[in-house]
């Protein structure tokens, strides 16, 4: 099996990166092109592209926290179920927990359907079968 990368993890890296492009530069300083220009790929912008975002560049600073301070007892990628528990932990602690009890943010349900595709993408591409390279003593 192949061992998780945590924060060296090209996904969360370029998750991360994404995220903070889109949240530090394309919807503050390019929202007026946007509108005029490419209207149609705005609402996914400002409202999803975070959403799909959470897991790929969240989940491995959580599992490398939980590696760290001995909660998590492997460096296996993360599975669909430990994948899953963490998005309905989020799920209702953005969607229902902080916009209900705490005002903060908004309940959209549509959000919950892209952190669940940004998960589900993000456990594919980490438990995608990596080709084992031969070392040079198979072939003497």
């Not at 990628?77 to 430990?82: Q, V």
């Amino acid at each position: 099996m192949n061992r998780f990368g945590y924060l060296q993890d090209k996904l969360f890296q370029v998750s991360l990166l994404a995220y903070a492009g889109n949240r530090l530069f394309i919807r503050p300083h390019l929202a007026g092109f946007f509108h005029s220009h490419l209207h149609w790929i705005w609402p996914f912008l400002h409202s999803h592209l975070d959403d799909l975002l959470l897991i790929p560049a969240a989940l491995p600073v959580v599992l490398w926290i939980q590696k760290v301070t001995g909660l998590r007892k492997h460096d296996h990628p993360p599975g669909w179920l430990e994948m899953a528990a963490h998005f309905a932990v989020w799920s209702v602690m953005c969607k229902i927990i902080g916009p209900f009890w705490l005002h903060i943010g908004v309940a959209d349900p549509w959000d919950v359907l892209f952190f669940a595709a940004g998960g589900a993408a993000s456990c594919f591409w980490w438990n995608r079968p990596v080709p084992q390279h031969q070392s040079s003593s198979n072939y003497t």
